[in-house]
């Protein structure tokens, strides 16, 4: 920069209003603003659902469950030996039997299918369901259960009341059909992933229940295994590795859908380019108020042009004031989305649907990374911008512009 373009630049950050009250200089700014910040609103609200999903997807549910590949229980012998294999694994941080078992829950006249899950309450660990508690205890004794947030609200249950469930016991078959079983269990807890599905089909109660209803007198439906953090993204190749240790009646399925995952992160880049559209469309206003300016300013480029200033100065002098000016409005404009996300995600008008979207809370996420590949390609696109217009001033002549003021 040499002290020309210096000169100016000082006058222009000095006194900047009367350039700002320009209507094309003001509407120009608008435009980066409003467009920045609604990209920016878009990526911290998708990368706050990305990384939502994915904590519930990991969180609430085992990575990988090894189950009879009959489809039969698993014998108390044959889940010892397995365990015992599957401890000397460093990924792995749980590995825990679970007797599932598909059951009908009623309240009055309304019913709804459920998942019953049981843990061995012996175990050093007992599933990862307690941090989910959201109201009343994740203690279970005989006779208590936990149940899904929304299974409670959609059969008008609360903490302490009782939920009658029924099974279908193929060892209870009558001349009338099969005699479910039925039995009433008080309500303890209130489990909230906000997985919607899970959170509306899901109760947790003892083995001891569990074994009563199903009529199963020892076995386990699976093994429930969960890795750490830092191997949850190779979930499939796990399940490939365990596999070949396996016993042949067994398989390791993996239950988290990755596949989920990586769709929600594309839909994350594309919503990304589309909206980065909106800044493109803000770069042509920037070409026309450059235009306008350099058409207000022609007597100031020729006389510079007639004291000798090279065309790269006339150029930078301008340009810098521009460039500037936008720099400093995609800065709000990133500034914007952050406030536009903090308020949707705080407002009590729309929440998710649950059964759409699978959770059922607007989450925000500001990531440094998407900060800056906002403002480095938006800077980029003004750059350019700028640019176009500016190459008009080496085809002006003096004369002409003295001519025509």
């Known amino acids: 920069m040499n002290p020309a373009e210096k000169l100016f630049l000082e006058r222009y950050i000095q006194s900047p209003k009367r350039h700002l009250w320009r209507f094309s200089f003001l509407f120009m700014v608008l435009g980066i603003v409003i467009s920045v910040g609604i990209l920016s609103t878009a990526l911290n609200?998708?990368?706050?659902?990305?990384?939502?999903?994915?904590?519930?997807?990991?969180?609430?549910?085992?990575?990988?469950?090894?189950?009879?590949?009959?489809g039969e229980l698993l014998p108390d012998t044959l889940i010892s030996l397995t365990l015992q294999k599957l401890n000397s694994k460093p990924e792995i941080d749980s590995a825990i039997p679970l007797l599932t078992t598909n059951l009908m829950a009623s309240n009055g006249e309304k019913a709804r299918g459920t998942v019953f899950n049981a843990y061995d309450t012996t175990s050093v660990h007992m599933g990862n369901y307690a941090k989910y508690v959201k109201e009343g205890t994740a203690q279970l004794v005989q006779g208590n259960i936990i149940v899904g947030h929304y299974l409670?609200?959609?059969?008008?249950?609360?903490?302490?009341?009782?939920?009658?469930?029924?099974?279908?016991?193929?060892?209870?078959?009558?001349?009338?059909?099969?005699?479910?079983?039925?039995?009433?269990?008080?309500?303890?807890?209130?489990?909230?992933?906000?997985?919607?599905?899970?959170?509306?089909?899901?109760?947790?109660?003892?083995?001891?229940?569990?074994?009563?209803l199903s009529g199963a007198n020892d076995g386990f439906s699976c093994i429930e295994i969960r890795l750490k953090n830092k191997f949850a993204d190779d979930i499939n190749l796990y399940a490939e590795k365990y596999n070949k240790m396996l016993n042949n009646d067994l398989v390791a399925l993996p239950t988290t859908n990755t596949t989920l995952l990586r769709l929600v992160k594309m839909q994350k880049w594309l919503i990304f380019i589309v909206f980065f559209f909106l800044v493109l469309i803000s770069g042509i206003n920037i070409i026309s108020g450059?235009?306008?300016?350099?058409?207000?300013?022609?007597?100031?480029?020729?006389?510079?042009?007639?004291?000798?200033?090279?065309?790269?100065?006339?150029?930078?002098?301008?340009?810098?004031?521009?460039?500037?000016?936008?720099?400093?409005?995609?800065?709000?404009?990133?500034?914007?989305?952050?406030?536009?996300?903090?308020?949707?995600?705080?407002?009590?008008?729309?929440?998710?649907?649950?059964?759409?979207?699978?959770?059922?809370?607007?989450?925000?996420?500001?990531?440094?990374?998407?900060?800056?590949?906002?403002?480095?390609?938006?800077?980029?696109?003004?750059?350019?911008?700028v640019q176009i217009p500016l190459r008009r001033i080496d085809k002006m002549q003096v004369i002409d512009l003295l001519r025509n003021p």
């Open 45 to 70: 609200l998708f990368e706050g659902y990305e990384r939502a999903l994915k904590s519930v997807l990991l969180d609430s549910f085992a990575h990988i469950r090894i189950e009879n590949i009959n």
């Open 290 to 385: 450059i235009s306008t300016q350099i058409y207000d300013k022609k007597n100031e480029i020729a006389v510079l042009k007639a004291l000798g200033a090279p065309k790269s100065t006339i150029r930078n002098i301008l340009g810098y004031q521009v460039i500037l000016l936008c720099l400093i409005s995609i800065i709000l404009g990133l500034i914007l989305g952050f406030i536009a996300s903090w308020v949707i995600v705080h407002q009590n008008i729309y929440q998710l649907k649950g059964d759409v979207y699978f959770i059922d809370k607007l989450a925000l996420y500001v990531a440094p990374f998407n900060q800056i590949l906002i403002f480095i390609l938006a800077s980029t696109l003004v750059i350019l911008c």
């Open 152 to 212: 409670a609200k959609e059969l008008g249950l609360s903490l302490g009341d009782t939920l009658n469930v029924f099974y279908p016991r193929l060892d209870f078959i009558t001349p009338l059909g099969m005699h479910p079983v039925e039995t009433p269990l008080i309500i303890t807890g209130i489990y909230h992933s906000g997985f919607y599905e899970y959170d509306r089909t899901l109760i947790i109660g003892t083995l001891q229940d569990a074994r009563m």
